[in-house]
C-alpha cells in the first residue's frame, strides 16, 4: 500500500466538500422536484380557471354562430398571460377556431381528450423552442355539446423559476461551504499547531543530550493566535496528549541513564560471551584429535619398537593434525575478509571439477550425482576458487545427510537457470531434510546437526559468507523426511 503526505486540513477540507456536494446535491433535487411539482399544481389551478372564464364566455357567441365574436374573444385571451401560448376550439375532431397565425399544427388536434375529468391535460413540446414543455389543458364548452376548447400555457416560466430557486440554494450552499472552509481553517490550526510542535521536540529530541537538560518539556496554547493570553483555558484531548509527551520524556531520560549504564556492563558481558562461544567450538571440535593426539604419542613412547603399531598411530595423529588444519582453516575463512577477484567462468567446468574431486565419496555412497545446466545459465561472473568451494560444502553436506538416512535411492542434483538479473545455481538432495524450526540456524557458526566429529559446523556459515561477499544471497528449502534445495543467488552481470 503506497503512503502519502496529507495534512489534516486537507482531510477537513475534503471531508466537508463531500459532505456539503453529497447533501447539497441531494437537497437540489428534492427541492427542484417539490418545487415543480408544487408550482405545475399551481399552473393547473390558474389554467383552469383560466379555460373555465373562456368556455363561459364562448358559450353564447357559438350558440349564435358569431364565430368572429368568438375569435375576438380568444385573440383577446392570449393577450391576458404571456404564458398563454394558443388556444382552439375542436368540434366533432374538427378545428372550429384557432389563435395560430401560421396555420393550425395538426399534431395538437390529435391528442386524446379525457372524458372521465373536468380537466384534460398533456404536456406536449413547443415547436419554436425544442426544450420548453407546453401544458396542453382540454375542457369541454357546455357538457362538450358545444365542442372542446383546448388551452397551451408555457412550461417556461416555471423551469425558469425552479432554476432561480435552486440557484439561490447553491448560492446558500456556496456560502456555508465557504464558512465550513474557514472553519476547517481554523480548526485545523488550533490542533495541528500543538501536535506540529509536539513533532517538531520528537524530531528535535536527542537521547544523548538527555541527561544534560535539566527539564526537557514543551509547552502549547499559552497565547490564542500568539497575540494574547486568554483569561483561563480548558483543556482538551491535544493538553493531555502534551502532557503525556513530557511525561515520557521525564521517563525517558530516566530510562536513558539506566539503559546507558546497563550497556557498559553489556558491552564487557558480550565481549565474554563472544569469546566464549568460540572458544566452546574450537575446543569442542579440537579437543578429540588432540586427545587422539596425545594417546597416539603416550602409546608410541610406551613400545617405540612396535613399528607396525606405531605407523597406524602415526597415520592417526596425521588425521587429527588434518582435522585440526581443517577447523582453523575454516575459522579463519570465516573472519577473514574474503580476496575475491570476479572474471568470467563456465560452471559446468566447475561442476565436473568438484565431482571429480568428490568422485570417491560420491561412488563409495552409492549417490547418483546429476546436473541440469541451462545454456543460457553457463557463463558465472564470480571468484570460481570460491564458487568451488561453496558447491564442495553444499555436496559434502549433502553426502553426509544422504549417508545418514535410509533411503535406497539417493541423489544429488546441481542445476543453473536465470532469474531476471540473477543466476541462480541450486544444490538438491532428497536426504532427511532440515526441521522447520532449524532452518534459521544453519548458517551459524558452529551450529550442526551431524554427530560429534562429523562436522564443524562451519561450512554453511563460510558459504554463506562467500555469497554475501559475491552481492548474492543464500537461501533453503526443506521438508523435512524428503529433502533440502540450497538456492544461490548471484548477479547475472558484474556489479
Known sequence: MRDFKLPLFWKFVIAIIAIVTVFGSINAYLIWTDVQHALEKES?????????????QLVNPILTEDYFSAQRILDHFLETDTSLIYAFILRENEVL?????DGFPKSLSKI?????????????????????????????????SLGILRIGISEESIF??????VFRFWQM?????????????????????????????????????????????????????????PPFRAKDEIDMLTDKFNDMITRLNKTYLELEAAQKNLIDSEKLATLGTIASGIAHEINNPISGLLNAIRRIMDKPEQVEQNKKYFRMMK?????????????????????LVIHEFDIVESIN????????????SKISFETGVGEEARIFYASRQHIEQVIINLVLNSIDVLNESQKS???????????????????????????????????EPFYTNKPTGKGTGLGLAVTSKIISSHNGKIDVESTYGQGTIFIIKLPAKPV
Not at 425558469?160 to 430557486?165: C, I, L, P, R
Open 319 to 339: 588425521d587429527a593434525a588434518t582435522r585440526i588444519e581443517k577447523v582453523v582453516k575454516e575459522l579463519l575463512s570465516l573472519s577473514r575478509k574474503q580476496e
Open 173 to 229: 450552499v456556496a456560502l456555508f461551504l465557504f464558512l465550513g472552509l474557514l472553519g476547517a481553517f481554523f480548526f485545523a490550526y488550533f490542533i495541528t499547531k500543538p501536535i506540529s510542535a509536539i513533532q517538531a521536540a520528537a524530531d528535535a529530541l536527542d537521547l544523548r543530550s538527555l541527561k544534560y537538560a535539566s527539564n526537557y518539556s514543551i509547552t502549547i496554547r499559552t497565547k490564542t493566535l500568539n497575540l494574547f493570553k
Open 409 to 443: 535411492t539417493r541423489r544429488i542434483i546441481i542445476k543453473t537457470h536465470l532469474d531476471g538479473n540473477y543466476t541462480l545455481l541450486t544444490v538438491e538432495d532428497n536426504g532427511s531434510g532440515i526441521e522447520k524450526e532449524n532452518l534459521d540456524k544453519i548458517f
Open 44 to 56: 393547473e389551478k390558474r389554467a383552469l380557471h383560466f379555460a373555465r372564464n373562456l368556455s363561459a
Open 97 to 101: 377556431l384557432h389563435t395560430f397565425q
Open 112 to 144: 386524446p381528450f379525457d372524458s372521465t375529468n373536468e380537466l384534460s391535460v398533456t404536456l406536449v413540446k413547443n415547436a419554436s423552442n425544442p426544450n420548453a414543455i407546453i401544458r396542453d389543458l382540454g375542457i369541454p364548452i357546455l357538457n362538450r
Open 353 to 364: 571439477n568438484v565431482h571429480l574431486l568428490l568422485n570417491h565419496k560420491i561412488n563409495s
Open 160 to 165: 425558469y423559476d425552479v432554476q432561480k430557486t
